[in-house]
């Protein structure tokens, strides 16, 4: 079982920057889950990200590649979206997920399908 809080967000004009994180917490620190980053918007379908696979590796979304980052403190078990050039339609509610151990993902899609959901934290990016 893992459980997600998030902090972070808020608001920002027009090409600025904002990092969020994702403190995870498991009883199971033995086996690599994958974690990544979805946001909903009202009227909006849901949209996956950004998601960091058991290796390593990430993937993200046309929307946000080049301007946001994911990245995690292992060490610390700690998820970080630093998100910049910030835009308009970026504005949303953003989640951390995490997936449970043994699975891959390797599309920023997956993160809609994971089970163990951040309490969400609001991004406002005014013009």
Wanted: aromatic share 10%.
């Amino acid at each position: 079982h893992v459980q997600l809080g998030q902090c972070g967000g808020g608001s920002e004009k027009t090409g600025g920057s904002l990092t969020l994180s994702c403190v995870a917490s498991t009883t199971d620190v033995t086996r690599p889950y994958c974690m990544g980053w979805f946001r909903q918007t009202p009227g909006k379908e849901d949209e996956g990200i950004a998601v960091l696979n058991r290796d390593g590796t990430s993937y993200y979304a046309d929307s946000v590649r080049g301007r946001f980052a994911i990245s995690k403190d292992s060490a610390r078990n700690i998820l970080y979206l630093q998100m910049d050039n910030l835009k308009p339609d970026d504005t949303a509610m953003y989640y951390c997920a995490a997936e449970r151990p043994g699975h891959s993902c390797s599309y920023p899609e997956r993160t809609l399908e994971f089970p163990y959901l951040g309490q969400g934290t609001q991004v406002t990016v005014s013009s």
